[in-house]
């Protein structure tokens, strides 16, 4: 029906409400056009001379819409997202150059996903963002997961903490300061054991009951109180047997089977006896994750992390609607988000918690189809580069509700062309096409 405004001839046009949602939502005119008073008059007055005047300006917004090769079906006015930060720009009708739209960093709570093939504009976005946050929101915490040195230059000391992930070591039953331990441990039973220990979380509480009560015996003799840590609990394991040919020897061996492998590839990240606050009491913090092969490691430092941010979060005062407090930015997501029958879930509940608590987490992936769906599900912001798979193209569509015209745009973006969605939001929940600013 918009596609034929300028091509009416004598036939009536559109009821003023309609021809008025089409301006703003088609062409992207602000609320403050002078169009718009016409429009009104018109459907007052019913003046023919008047009625011509909007179908020579709908020819000629018509015009320049056709000479944009890359638009999406909607354009957002230049005054709908006036609020944030300046990440994006759209094409702007009838003159065709990009003006800057705004985005609200609370909306990070949401969490979001960056998707795309290599090359696409995917870092380029992301890097965009950490500086714009680091320089009009410093207040803001952020954590960079980054496995190919992509932000090496943009999370820079002194602003940046750069560790390596062999070198954290951190330890998991360490709770946050005046978290209360009982309630952590068992909260850390729920991350150890997902997936292969699920079976194994009695025999673990038990053993790790057990190190905990050693340690306090220790620290009643006048030594300082350790925690237990991950190499502990895989020696207790090693070294206390259960009764031969009965279940708990099953899932004590089977859980001592997967902490070794842990251990083994990683022994440095699990043999420790102090916990994640020492780190994660900088502002901004980027990890080196690149050398780390073995996917369980990453999964069980990203797990535990958010777990530990998360409860540190819940013991100080928040806001509802929840501002943006930190920002968990997780490059290759699809290797650890990838659809399984079990896991998936801790990190869709971890994910709904958080945004009750300001904690916004950005995934960046080259593939859309390889994360779960839960995942995407509880994703508030999309950003969708260009797409060549037909698998990637299916879920973009799906996620970001794309008409075939729109998807068929999908496998054309140039460089620095994304499609954006900001599912919920109040005044422009719909896909747009929109430009990200290049780097100096």
């Known amino acids: 029906m918009g596609g034929r405004l300028d091509r009416l001839g004598d036939r009536p046009l559109p009821d003023p409400g309609t021809l008025v949602r089409k301006l703003r939502e088609e062409y992207g005119l602000p609320d403050s056009d002078e169009l718009f008073r016409r429009v009104k008059t018109w459907a007052v007055t019913g003046n023919p001379q008047l009625e011509q005047y909007i179908r020579r300006c709908l020819a000629s917004l018509r015009k320049h819409r056709d000479e944009l090769r890359f638009v999406g079906d909607k354009v957002p006015p230049r005054d709908i997202l006036a609020r944030g930060i300046p990440l994006l720009a759209v094409p702007s009708l009838p003159n065709r150059t990009l003006s800057l739209v705004m985005f609200d960093p609370d909306r990070l709570t949401l969490h979001t996903i960056v998707v795309g093939l290599p090359g696409t504009g995917k870092t380029t976005l992301v890097r965009g963002l ?183 979060r819940s013991l100080e005062p928040l806001e509802m609607p929840p501002s943006l407090h930190t920002l968990i930015v997780l490059e290759e997501a699809q290797m650890l988000l990838q659809p399984r029958a079990e896991g998936i879930s801790f990190y869709q509940n971890m994910m709904l918690r958080m945004r009750a608590l300001g904690v916004g987490i950005l995934f960046v992936s080259q593939d859309l189809s390889r994360i779960d769906p839960l995942i995407v599900a509880a994703c508030g912001n999309i950003f969708a580069f260009a797409q060549s798979s037909r698998g990637n193209k299916r879920a973009v569509q799906a996620t970001l509700d794309l008409s075939p015209r729109e998807t068929g745009l999908l496998g054309e973006l140039p460089p620095g062309v994304v499609f954006a969605r900001m599912a919920g939001h109040r005044e422009w929940p719909y896909p747009f096409v929109a430009h990200v600013p290049m780097e100096d």
């Open 130 to 312: 950490l500086r714009l946050l680091s320089k009009l929101c410093p207040w803001v915490r952020i954590i960079v997961f980054d496995p190919n040195r992509s932000y090496l230059d943009v999370c820079t000391w002194p602003d940046w903490l750069a560790a390596r992930l062999l070198d954290l070591c951190l330890n998991p039953f360490a709770p946050p300061d005046r978290y209360a331990l009982d309630a952590w441990l068992s909260e850390t039973l729920d991350v150890l054991c997902l997936d292969e220990l699920k079976h194994s979380r009695y025999l673990l509480q038990c053993r790790i009951d057990w190190l905990f009560a050693l340690a306090r015996s220790r620290e009643a003799r006048g030594e300082p109180f350790c925690y237990p840590s991950l190499v502990d609990l895989r020696n207790n394991l090693a070294a206390k047997r259960e009764r031969p040919g009965s279940v708990m020897e099953r899932y004590r061996e089977a859980a001592l089977n997967v902490i070794e492998g842990r251990v083994r590839t990683c022994a440095t990240l699990y043999d420790c006896a102090r916990g994640m606050e020492p780190f994660l009491s900088n502002t901004r913090a980027r990890i080196a994750t690149e050398g780390i092969g073995n996917v369980a490691n990453m999964e069980f430092l990203f797990s535990h992390l958010i777990h530990f941010v998360a409860a540190r």
